[in-house]
């Protein structure tokens, strides 16, 4: 394998969301694998800081192909190289800020999501793919995404699931459980404590004499997510939030704004996926479901099996490991080609 210089891009490198942690466990894997890793944003911050001590380079201006530009670390007053061999980025303004200043860059985007405009105003959102030109290649976190991407504007993706550090979220295999779950935990930046999503949750908590945890940005926004998972024994949340429960062998509940999914066990898993675990159904109706029902299927799923078969799905569809692997396989071809 080829050491390369890859450029990372993003809206921000400031915020505890969810592509700003996608990209920080990129760069942090793509280091250990001794790429030289630059992280564009024009927005720096905790996530930068975040970048930098893994020994990834910040800036928040690209001047161009063989310039040079300003390093986030401005005590050093260093400047960068900008000769990349692969871009590999987010959202749309992002995507087309890199491709303007280095157009002999080829450029591996992902599109996290399906709200790409507003419909009342036509206002273009960041997941909404660029159609100026076009990309080298595309990812979709989703067949949902991936569908989406070809029906409306004819742009073939390739499925990428959301990654994670399973050494960071490392799983404790148990040899015995308890006859209930004794803490419950919501993992979300979408709602807070009064919604009646969370209310839900809370019946739940209550139904099992639960202590009843949550953290996100209108909860109690915190980077050691691991820290406080490793008390759960449920996790409630949406995409990337409840899958890093997953990793950590917790039961995991698909639960939020777009409706319940419910438990992943190894069969629900296979549905749950095509909207990366959004709670959607696969048509995009949106059905909440009652404690009662939430109860009954914690009750199944709760057993050691369920755990450890779910961590094992992690290990295989949502390694870093293997998903930085892949990305430097496409980059090395696309810089063939």
């Known amino acids: 394998m080829n050491k390369l210089k890859i450029l990372l891009g ?37 996530i930068a800081t975040k970048m930098e001590a893994i020994g990834a380079k910040c800036i928040k201006d690209v001047v161009g192909q063989g310039s040079s530009a300003k390093a986030f670390n401005f005590i050093l007053e ?14 749309n303004e992002i995507t087309k800020y890199l491709k303007e200043k280095l157009p002999n860059v080829p450029i591996i985007a992902t599109v996290h999501g399906i709200i790409h405009k507003n419909p009342e105003t036509g206002e273009i959102y960041p997941e909404h793919p660029v159609t100026e030109f076009k ?24 499925v990428f699931r959301n990654f994670f550090d ?15 779950p004794k803490t419950i935990m919501v993992n979300s930046n979408y709602w807070g404590v009064e919604d009646p999503i969370n209310k839900v949750i809370k019946e739940v908590a209550d139904y099992y004499g639960a202590k009843f945890i949550g953290i996100g940005a209108n909860l109690a926004p915190t980077y050691e997510v691991e820290q406080i998972l490793a ?31 419910g438990v992943i066990n190894p069969e629900s898993y296979e549905t749950l996926k095509l909207t990366n675990f959004s709670g959607r159904i696969v048509d995009g109706t949106n059905q909440l479901k009652s404690a009662e029902e939430i109860v009954a299927q914690i009750d199944e799923a709760w057993n050691l099996k369920t755990m450890s078969e779910m961590r094992k799905v992690a290990e295989k569809d949502h390694n870093v490991k293997i998903a930085a692997k892949e990305l430097v396989a496409m980059a090395e071809e696309l810089i063939k080609k």
């Not at 990309?135 to 390739?158: H, R």
């Not at 995991?252 to 999914?261: E, K």
């Open 78 to 91: 260093e400047k960068r190289s900008t000769n990349y061999d692969i871009i590999i980025c987010n959202h």
């Open 135 to 158: 990309v080298d290649k595309y990812l979709a976190v989703s067949e949902e995404v991936q569908d989406l991407l070809m029906s409306v504007y004819g742009i073939q993706a390739k």
């Open 231 to 261: 008390d759960a024994d449920i996790v409630f949340g949406m995409g990337r939030s409840v899958l890093e429960g997953i990793c950590m062998g917790k039961i995991g509940v698909v639960h939020g704004r777009w409706g319940t999914g």
């Open 166 to 180: 399973l050494d960071r979220f490392s799983y404790k295999k148990k040899t015995k459980l308890g006859d209930a």
């Open 10 to 46: 993003n809206n921000t490198f400031d915020i505890l969301a969810g592509t700003e942690i996608w990209m920080l466990t990129l760069a942090t894997e793509l280091r250990k694998l001794g790429h030289e890793v630059t992280a564009y944003s024009p927005q720096l911050g905790f």
